[in-house]
């Protein structure tokens, strides 16, 4: 019998996949659109340039191109295999509340009128939630299902600063400050092998969310892609054991409540210098699990308890 709770399968994590039939009883799937937003750390406000890891479509390299309706058909179009399926319209690339409130409603409203959307799921950097975007937001909540994703990427502030981010850990806990406090589920994405980070640092980031109002967390691995700053130090790159074993031990130190909306990425191919092994999704995650059984252990199970 699994031990965990949060699954109906062999998973030993809380899956998003079992949150969503959890909550609505079918199929629903997320589709990542590009809204056309930009970043206030590559307009020159905080800084240029943007992230150090970041490619030029700021994360939404996956998304087709076009119209937000055109680029949802695309996106349901690859998951046609899905008979009665919902979706969630996702505002993937770069920030998603940085414009003029009036801007970002004419978005949300249209993405909330796509077809068979259920919710909606905006990506935004902390520094890009104040009073009023966080009002708008909640205006929302109030009337679908809205998760607004913030790029944590790691509670270390020298590896923040290295990366030219343009913000740091402060930022993070005051936007989910503002947003929790009117009733927005909060996601948070953690990026593993940025360089200079150690395996401990990485864990200390996943202990450290877990301890905060947060709902939902996306692990990443740390791609690196051609066309950024970090491309010529591609040599760092984690390997797949390096990898599995350090998200295992993030898994366990995480609240068993908190939704993993994923445990790996998609570095698109044409850009991607390494990990090669990366591509390999699939085997990622059924290593993930095999090592989890191996440990007998499973996402919670050492969570509150001090660094080792």
């Known amino acids: 019998m699994n031990p965990f709770p949060y699954a109906s399968d062999n998973k030993r994590y809380h899956t ?28 020159g406000t905080k800084g240029m340039g943007g992230c ?33 399926a919902r979706y969630i319209p996702y505002l993937q690339a770069f920030s998603n509340t ?12 249209a993405a909330l009128c796509l077809p068979d959307a259920v919710g909606l799921a905006i990506a935004t950097r902390s520094d890009c939630i104040d009073e009023e975007r966080a009002d708008l937001l909640a205006s929302y909540a109030a009337k679908t299902d809205l998760t607004v994703e913030l790029g944590l990427q790691t509670v270390h502030d020298r590896t923040n600063a290295a990366l030219n981010r343009g913000e740091g850990f402060a930022e993070f806990r005051q936007a989910v400050r503002l947003l929790r406090a009117r009733g927005i589920t ?53 390997t797949r054991e390096d990898y599995v074993g350090t998200v295992c031990d993030q898994l366990e130190v995480l609240p068993a409540s908190m939704v993993i909306g994923r445990l790996t990425g998609d570095g698109p191919a044409e850009l991607l ?20 059984a191996h440990r007998g252990s499973f996402q919670g199970s050492r969570f509150g308890t001090s660094a080792d």
């Open 52 to 84: 150090a890891f970041c490619s030029a479509r700021g994360s939404g390299d996956q998304v087709a191109a076009g119209s937000l309706a055109a680029q949802y058909a695309a996106g349901i179009e690859k998951l046609s295999k899905w008979q009665d």
């Open 16 to 43: 998003y996949a079992y949150f969503l039939r959890q909550k609505y009883g079918g199929r629903v799937a997320r589709v990542p659109l590009d809204a056309g937003s930009t970043c206030p750390n590559r307009d």
């Open 98 to 109: 940085y414009a003029p409130v009036e801007r970002l409603r004419q978005v949300y409203d």
């Open 186 to 238: 909060v996601w948070a994405h953690l990026i593993d092998g940025l360089p200079g980070e150690t395996r401990e640092m990485m864990v200390q980031s996943a202990r450290t969310l877990g301890q905060m109002d947060v709902q939902g967390v996306k692990i990443h691995l740390m791609h690196y892609l051609r066309g950024t700053a970090l491309a010529p130090l591609h040599h760092l790159a984690m």
């Open 273 to 292: 210098l390494a990990p090669l092994w990366s591509r390999r999704k699939r085997e990622v995650l059924n290593a993930i699990d095999q090592e989890l």
